[in-house]
Each structure stands twice: as C-alpha cells, then as structure tokens.
C-alpha cells in the first residue's frame, strides 16, 4: 500500500464513495471539494494496486498556533481493520509536529459508536461538554439545534 498527499482530483473519486463507505448516510456534504484543493500538505490518501482505500482531511488550524484539526476519514469497508486508519493518523501526526503543532483536534456524532472508540483507542480524550448521554460528553448544539457533537483532544508532546 501506497500513501500520498490528496490532490483536487481526488476529490472526483472520492465523493461518490463517502455515502457508500458510510453505509448510506448521507456524509458526503461534509467534505467539499475545497478540502482537497487547499488542504492537500495535510490530507491523505491510501492506495493499493492504484484503488484508494483510504484517506484523511486535516488542516493547520489558522486560529490555534499550536492545534491541527482533522475533519474526515475513511477506510473502504473491506479494508477496515487492516491499519490503514492508524497509519494516515500517523502520517497526520508527523506533519502536524514538522508545523510545530502540539494538539490534534477532532468531532464525531454521539451516534458514531466506531469513532468515539478508535479515537480513545489511539490515546484522543473526549472534551468535557455540557450534556452526558448513555455515559458520553456531548456538546449540545455544537452543530445547530439538535446537533451535538463529542469533541477530542489529543496531546503530541512535544
């Protein structure tokens, strides 16, 4: 397997696949094409045999010195479990502290059960929100009414 920075092109193979990889959820306007055209020094993208089988969008945070943000990634859902997701997180890492970025940011719905456990599996804390639900901080409305979201926060060091 290949790993490689996203380019605009991207863009055009991946957004059909997000609704298909999310098992039907509609994710898709989550991830612009804007994404892969100003944020391609921080996003990635797994190949194998020239098939992308993975890939992560995360950015330098323009507002925080310190923190980077990442905003999407998926794993094709028969290569789940192979270490494709820890592996762009890595990458991810490694780019981060070359900016000298310390803090790696990310969101999840509460209903997205795999991501809150991957993340706490890979050593992100889940910010204390101002509402708890089935054992886990939510931050009511985060997104609009109705829209809470879990926030995490993982230290580099460094």
Not at 6 to 28: F, K
Not at 36 to 52: A, D, L
Not at 74 to 89: C, E, F, S
Not at 122 to 128: A, H, L, Q
């Amino acid at each position: 397997m290949e790993i490689r920075t996203v380019t605009s092109s991207d863009y055009n193979v991946i957004s059909p696949l997000i609704n298909e990889w999310w098992g039907g959820r509609q994710m898709s306007d989550m991830l612009p094409k804007l994404f892969f055209i100003h944020f391609n020094n921080t996003s990635f993208i797994v190949e194998k045999n020239g098939e992308i089988v993975g890939f992560l969008i995360g950015f330098l945070s323009q507002s925080h010195c310190d923190e980077a943000y990442i905003h999407f990634v998926g794993v094709h859902p028969d290569y789940r479990k192979a270490g494709i997701g820890k592996q762009l997180y890595h990458e991810f890492f490694k780019v981060v502290k070359e900016f000298d970025r310390n803090i790696v940011r990310a969101v999840t719905s509460p209903v997205n059960k795999v991501s809150m456990a991957y993340h706490s599996n890979i050593g992100f804390e889940i910010e204390k929100g101002d509402i708890e639900v089935n054992g886990v901080s939510i931050h009511s409305n985060y997104d609009g009414t109705n829209q809470g979201r879990v926030l995490f926060k993982k230290h580099l060091g460094g």
